[in-house]
């Protein structure tokens, strides 16, 4: 019998041996978490308590040996990461995106590559906006150029970097003849002519390695360069795959759950400076001063609604997943609000819960300073940004297609 939307989110909640797990590689990766920040670098010891706690094959299923987990244990999984160590979160997140889009783009042609993350915990960088000067040559295609935003770059095993191809697309059916189309460029990190530019000397995420990729007259075989094909919005990567992974494309889960944990670290530690510390006038308890209860209560109230409406709709998503049941343009837009609101709570949270600290929340010798620089990068990834998002959805509550120009 197929259970209905009430009963089954009723039963939907993380899972535990995740979750647990998940705790336990927390603690070790805190540890680290001002080393990683002063060093502006993941040790690799993060990604080894990552690969031990199953946390880098969320994405993958079982049957491939991952650990297929689904959106509401994404959320938990997340929000401990992230508020161990931002940066960690954020690799994480965009290893588990490129492990989905490499088993869509290329079927079992990704199996070893799969096989090389579950086993030895390989980690997957990747470049989603087209760069780079891509040319064909026989058996393969030849690249050089710069790639941005590689986030974990200089730690991971293999590159995916998106370029454009001179003429059209192999599968092309229409008319005309397009001037190029998209793949992407499958490499390891230690291929020759690829060289790291260490740019990102950032304010938030600085663990997270986000630097430039450049390659110089690289040679890529066509078995490395899949044809992009990514499906539309509200459908999922691996339509044929387990219910906890056949999700829509744009349930992005994992940078809001990241946010929420950092907020949710930042609430913690609050609540327990301003049970500890002294006003610097008066020399009365922090919390004894109703402006600094009413900024812990707004920061709770943030916190709690974000994550409360992001949990609302992935449950949803993962009932019809359940159920067997189509995704439409609603499910896309609506769990894209989620998390926009989730990761906007996150940040408002975070900037109230200045007011307790004070200015000792300016300082970089404690952990406050940097759950406000990170917390920020929940609105700033471009494909996520919250106008992009607010458009997206505000034309989809308007019924205007999402390509129509003008845009203003």
């Known amino acids: ?34 080393e990683t920040d002063q060093s502006r670098r993941v040790p690799l010891e993060n990604i080894q308590d990552l690969h031990d706690a199953g946390l880098l094959t969320v994405a993958i299923p079982k049957e491939n040996g991952g650990t297929e987990a689904d959106l509401v244990t994404q959320v938990a999984l997340y929000e401990l990461i992230g508020g161990a160590c931002a940066s960690t979160a954020w690799i994480m997140g965009n290893h588990s995106v490129l492990c989905t889009r490499a088993m869509g783009l290329m079927g079992e ?47 991971s095993t293999w590159m995916f970097l998106s370029t454009m191809v001179p003429g059209p697309s192999p599968t092309w059916k229409g008319s005309g003849t397009p001037p ?43 078995d490395m360069t899949p044809v992009d094909n990514r499906p539309l919005g509200h459908e999922p990567w691996l339509p044929n795959g387990p219910y906890a992974l056949k999700v829509p494309t744009k349930a992005r889960v994992w940078m809001s759950g990241m ?17 500890a510390r002294s006003m610097t006038l008066g020399g009365k308890p922090r919390g004894s001063m109703p402006g600094n209860q009413f900024a812990v209560a707004d920061a709770a109230m943030f916190i709690e609604a974000g994550r409360a409406l992001l949990i609302q709709e992935v449950r949803k998503i993962t009932v019809k997943a359940m159920n067997g049941e189509e995704f439409m343009p609603e499910d896309a837009a609506r769990v894209e ?46 494909v996520s940004a ?18 129509v120009e003008p845009r203003w």
């Open 337 to 382: 609000m989620a998390g926009l609101v989730a990761r906007e709570n996150a940040q408002k949270a975070v900037d109230r819960l200045f007011a307790v600290r004070g200015a000792h929340g300016l300082y970089e010798t404690d952990t406050f300073e940097r759950y406000y620089r990170d917390v920020r990068m929940g609105t700033l990834h471009a």
């Open 386 to 403: 919250p106008d992009l998002v607010r458009e997206q959805l505000g034309k989809h509550l308007l019924d205007i297609p999402l390509d």
């Open 180 to 222: 190029a189309y998209n793949r992407w460029i499958i490499i390891p990190t230690s291929q020759p002519g690829l060289v790291i530019d260490e740019t990102w000397m950032a304010m938030a995420g600085r663990g997270s390695m986000s630097h430039d990729v450049v390659l110089d007259n690289v040679f890529v075989p066509e």
């Open 259 to 275: 946010m929420l944990g950092v907020a949710q670290a930042a609430i913690d530690e609050t609540i327990e400076f301003g049970k």
């Open 109 to 155: 042609d990704a199996n070893w590559l799969i096989k090389d993350v579950v086993e030895n915990g390989s980690l997957i960088s990747h470049a989603a906006i087209p760069g780079g000067d891509t040319k064909p040559a026989p058996g393969g295609f030849v690249s050089s150029g710069r790639w941005p935003f590689v986030s974990g770059s200089s730690i």
């Open 1 to 34: 019998m197929v259970a209905n939307e009430k009963q089954l989110s009723e039963i939907i909640e993380p899972r535990t041996e995740l979750v647990e797990a998940a705790k336990k590689a927390a603690v070790k990766i805190a540890g680290r978490a001002k």
